[in-house]
């Protein structure tokens, strides 16, 4: 899920982990909304709270846990870890079905996309609550979608995963991307991203279309977005679709930043490096110590060089590739000197997102942009 797949690829080849995700995870029920502004935490029942992140300097800095964990077999991988503290499907899904039946209407949204998919969480728990559902995920990560597929895929059963396609390639090169191979037979092995909806053979047009976790801040060109868009709409439904993403921003979005939070079994802290004005450029991180063993850290087990987008861009970069419509919702999140030092989330679990067409500057936000095709 780290930007540079290759370097991280290879790195992985020699120190892969394999460990049951469940393991711990908690109970899904408990993760029905987003939290926090920056890093969508998940909102499990670990009551998570926040450390002061002095705590975690105590910690030797240099130790790159990815150079050790290959001895000790039981440490969990860093794809677990980031399920845990990162994301959080439910709020996601509930969202994308309320934009598509606010948009396009008429029919259930049952097809979807989830493009920088990294281990596919999304796509597996959109199969889960109608059995005519599928879902598509891309990423050129390839070790993610192999933990995707053993760790998450292979454990929903045999129904839901012949009704997700996992494709390893570039979002800018769809038609170039290959099916990853579940351990389940698939009828439609062959199938290739980019079918036309004329042949049989081809995955269903897709309703909605998702990029999530600021991953096309991972585009860092206007020629590379509004490509990307392109393909984005080029996968939707003739029929009406929509294409979601989501961005953070805030007067504290442009400048250092460091936040803690603490699970039974490790903490996370999320890093933002300096932020340039001119590039609008920085280098997010994500660290993870574990608690239950030592206190070792996996120093930088997600590293991503962003273009932070504006929302205006971002609607002109859609415009141009053909969207009809498009929509910001909006939420302001807890101020990020009060989440470095607050005790659980407090309020922020009860923020609802809403529709906008115009928001004052605020320390810290989120936002959902939805384009109708
Ligand atoms: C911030 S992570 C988001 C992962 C996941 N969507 C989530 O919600 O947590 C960004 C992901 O995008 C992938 N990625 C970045 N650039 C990409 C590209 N051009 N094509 C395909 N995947 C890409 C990375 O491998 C990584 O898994």
Same mark, same amino acid.
């Given at each position: 899920?780290?930007?540079?797949?290759?370097?991280?690829?290879?790195?992985?080849?020699?120190?892969?982990?394999?460990?049951?995700?469940?393991?711990?995870?908690?109970?899904?029920?408990?993760?029905?909304?987003?939290?926090?502004?920056?890093?969508?935490?998940?909102?499990?029942?670990?009551?998570?709270?926040?450390?002061?992140?002095?705590?975690?300097?105590?910690?030797?800095?240099? #130790?790159?846990?990815? @150079?050790?964990?290959? $001895?000790? !077999?039981? %440490?969990?991988?860093? +794809?677990?870890? =980031?399920? #845990?503290?990162?994301? @959080?499907?439910?709020? $996601?899904? !509930?969202? %994308?079905?309320?934009? +598509?039946?606010? =948009?396009?209407?008429?029919?259930?949204?049952?097809?979807?996309?989830?493009?920088?998919?990294?281990?596919?969480?999304?796509?597996?728990?959109?199969?889960?609550?109608?059995?005519?559902?599928?879902?598509?995920?891309?990423?050129?990560?390839?070790?993610?979608?192999?933990?995707?597929?053993?760790?998450?895929?292979?454990?929903?059963?045999?129904?839901?995963?012949?009704?997700?396609?996992?494709?390893?390639?570039?979002?800018?090169?769809?038609?170039?991307?290959?099916?990853?191979?579940?351990?389940?037979?698939?009828?439609?092995?062959?199938?290739?991203?980019?079918?036309?909806?004329?042949?049989?053979?081809?995955?269903?047009?897709?309703?909605?279309?998702?990029?999530?976790?600021?991953?096309?801040?991972?585009?860092?060109?206007?020629?590379?977005?509004?490509?990307?868009?392109?393909?984005?709409?080029?996968?939707?439904?003739?029929?009406?679709?929509?294409?979601?993403?989501?961005?953070?921003?805030?007067?504290?979005?442009?400048?250092?930043?460091?936040?803690?939070?603490?699970?039974?079994?490790?903490?996370?802290?999320?890093?933002?490096?300096?932020?340039?004005?001119?590039?609008?450029?920085?280098?997010?991180?994500?660290?993870?110590?574990?608690?239950?063993?030592?206190?070792?850290?996996?120093?930088?087990?997600?590293?991503?060089?962003?273009?932070?987008?504006?929302?205006?861009?971002?609607?002109?970069?859609?415009?141009?590739?053909?969207?009809?419509?498009?929509?910001?919702?909006?939420?302001?999140?807890?101020?990020?000197?009060?989440?470095?030092?607050?005790?659980?989330?407090?309020?922020?679990?009860?923020?609802?997102?809403?529709?906008?067409?115009?928001?004052?500057?605020?320390?810290?936000?989120?936002?959902?942009?939805?384009?109708?095709?």
């Amino acid at each position: 899920m780290g930007k540079n797949g290759k370097k991280q690829k290879n790195q992985n080849q020699n120190h892969r982990i394999r460990k049951d995700a469940s393991y711990y995870l908690v109970d899904e029920e408990q993760q029905q909304q987003q939290t926090y502004p920056l890093t969508q935490p998940s909102n499990n029942n670990d009551d998570p709270s926040l450390t002061n992140s002095d705590d975690e300097e105590q910690e030797s800095d240099n #130790q790159n846990i990815e @150079s050790t964990v290959n $001895d000790d !077999s039981h %440490l969990p991988s860093k +794809f677990s870890l =980031y399920q #845990q503290s990162v994301q @959080s499907p439910k709020g $996601d899904i !509930s969202y %994308l079905q309320m934009f +598509f039946l606010t =948009y396009i209407g008429g029919r259930a949204p049952l097809h979807l996309q989830e493009d920088f998919c990294g281990t596919a969480l999304l796509s597996t728990e959109w199969l889960r609550s109608d059995s005519r559902r599928t879902s598509v995920g891309l990423d050129f990560d390839l070790d993610a979608l192999d933990w995707c597929i053993e760790n998450n895929v292979n454990k929903v059963g045999a129904d839901l995963s012949s009704r997700i396609f996992l494709y390893h390639g570039n979002v800018l090169q769809p038609q170039e991307a290959k099916l990853v191979k579940n351990s389940l037979p698939n009828t439609m092995d062959n199938i290739t991203l980019e079918e036309t909806e004329n042949d049989s053979e081809a995955l269903p047009p897709r309703d909605i279309v998702c990029a999530f976790n600021f991953s096309c801040c991972c585009l860092h060109s206007r020629h590379e977005l509004v490509t990307y868009f392109k393909h984005a709409l080029n996968a939707l439904s003739k029929k009406g679709g929509i294409f979601v993403m989501d961005l953070y921003g805030g007067t504290s979005s442009e400048c250092e930043l460091k936040m803690q939070r603490k699970f039974p079994n490790f903490t996370y802290t999320w890093e933002q490096a300096g932020f340039d004005i001119v590039q609008r450029k920085t280098r997010i991180s994500l660290h993870y110590t574990l608690l239950n063993h030592q206190k070792k850290k996996l120093r930088h087990a997600f590293s991503y060089s962003w273009r932070l987008w504006s929302l205006p861009e971002i609607k002109d970069c859609m415009e141009e590739a053909g969207f009809r419509f498009v929509h910001f919702w909006i939420r302001q999140m807890p101020d990020s000197e009060n989440i470095k030092s607050m005790e659980g989330f407090g309020s922020a679990r009860d923020i609802k997102y809403e529709e906008v067409t115009s928001f004052q500057q605020q320390d810290s936000w989120n936002a959902y942009i939805v384009a109708v095709s």
